[in-house]
């Protein structure tokens, strides 16, 4: 197998995770607007950030961030030290380092090999608007307001499992997709080979690949995270649990993810799992999958739901073919088997017949 496919949920219960633009002195939630609805959401980069900093309470160094440009008027960004080879964050969420050909400084980047979707309402859920007033120690009360609100939310993901760890480099003649590593980064090419990086070929470009017990941590940290997953706004009013209330995952030879119908939602219904989709998704891409699907899901969320899903694919749980246990269990346990080397099959692409 060669990419892990997946889908999230989060129940989301009086909170405000992800701020939108404020409008004078009112805090306003994301929202998307869908055929007349409202949809609140939270963003890819928020929860990227959440996953980060999992990692980071689990013991990874984060990539240093450097921000350039102080003024409205001058170009403003911000940087890692776009170093995968020393950083795990690098490596798995990618980058982009623009360079100043004045300074002789390369661009470089590198696209993440976890994919992230938006956390996306699954029905719609108007806000509700809280109204606050700051009097303490003061003569004249200050006014202020802000959005919660409660809904389930769903994102996919897709992690490409070889790309962990792997650095690919124009050939000798300079052609090639500049990406991952350039060879003005001597320096961290040297530092990948120290390592113990090998040379490879890797989706018909040069590379260099950091040993498998590397990519192995990297993996099962990055499930880790998950597993503990914590973070959010306006926390200290609207305190909520982040772990995955339901999460769903599928080995994958192609970077296709089959559950978007699976798991999904209807305006007046809520959270649909759908366990008959699932079984006909997994019929049509016979020989491209791995058993077991493994599936997490939190005792008490959705009780009804998760006994009619466990009633219509009574037969795959009872063969083995669909695994169900807590979203911690689930994600810990393979984490473990990545470590273990059991699954060493997942960090190169298959080979098709």
């Not at 608007?129 to 003061?138: K, L």
């Not at 990948?192 to 470009?205: I, N, V, W």
């Not at 473990?336 to 080979?351: H, Q, R, T, V, Y």
């Amino acid at each position: 197998m060669a990419y892990l496919a997946g889908k999230m949920v989060l129940s989301v219960q009086a909170s405000a995770p992800n701020n939108g633009k404020g409008e004078a002195t009112t805090g306003r939630v994301k929202l998307a607007r869908i055929r007349g609805g409202s949809y609140p959401y939270v963003s890819a980069q928020a929860v990227r950030r959440w996953v980060r900093e999992s990692m980071v309470e689990l013991g990874a160094v984060p990539s240093p961030v450097t921000r350039v440009g102080k003024s409205q008027n001058k170009a403003q960004k911000a940087n890692t030290a776009a170093d995968p080879v020393r950083y795990a964050d690098d490596d798995l969420f990618g980058y982009m380092k623009a360079g100043a050909s004045k300074d002789g400084e390369a661009t470089t980047l590198r696209d993440s090999p976890f994919m992230l979707g938006t956390l996306m309402s699954v029905e719609p859920a108007r806000p509700t608007e809280d109204f606050g007033v700051m009097a303490r120690g003061v003569t004249e009360p200050v006014l202020h307001g802000h959005e919660f609100y409660t809904a389930d939310l769903a994102a996919p993901f897709l992690l490409d499992v070889p790309r962990i760890g792997t650095f690919t480099l124009p050939d000798s003649s300079g052609v090639g997709r500049s990406n991952y590593l350039s060879v003005e980064q001597a320096l961290q090419v040297a530092e990948a080979a120290a390592a113990g990086a090998t040379t490879t070929k890797f989706r018909d470009q040069p590379a260099v690949r950091l040993p498998i017990e590397e990519r192995r941590s990297r993996m099962a940290m990055l499930l880790e995270a998950l597993a503990q997953l914590s973070g959010g706004a306006k926390q200290a009013l609207h305190y909520g649990d982040r772990v995955p209330d339901l999460i769903v995952l599928v080995p994958f030879k192609g970077g296709v993810n089959p559950l978007a119908h699976c798991v999904d939602g209807e305006p007046g219904v809520g959270l649909r799992v759908r366990g008959e989709v699932l079984r006909q998704e997994l019929e049509a891409w016979q020989g491209e999958w791995e058993p077991p699907v493994r599936i997490g899901w939190r005792p008490g969320f959705r009780d009804e739901l998760r006994e009619s899903f466990e009633k219509e694919c009574a037969q795959e749980l009872a063969d083995g073919t669909i695994l169900v246990d807590h979203p911690r269990t689930i994600l810990r346990g393979l984490a473990a088997e990545i470590c273990e080397g059991g699954l060493d099959s997942w960090f190169d692409d298959p080979i098709r017949r």
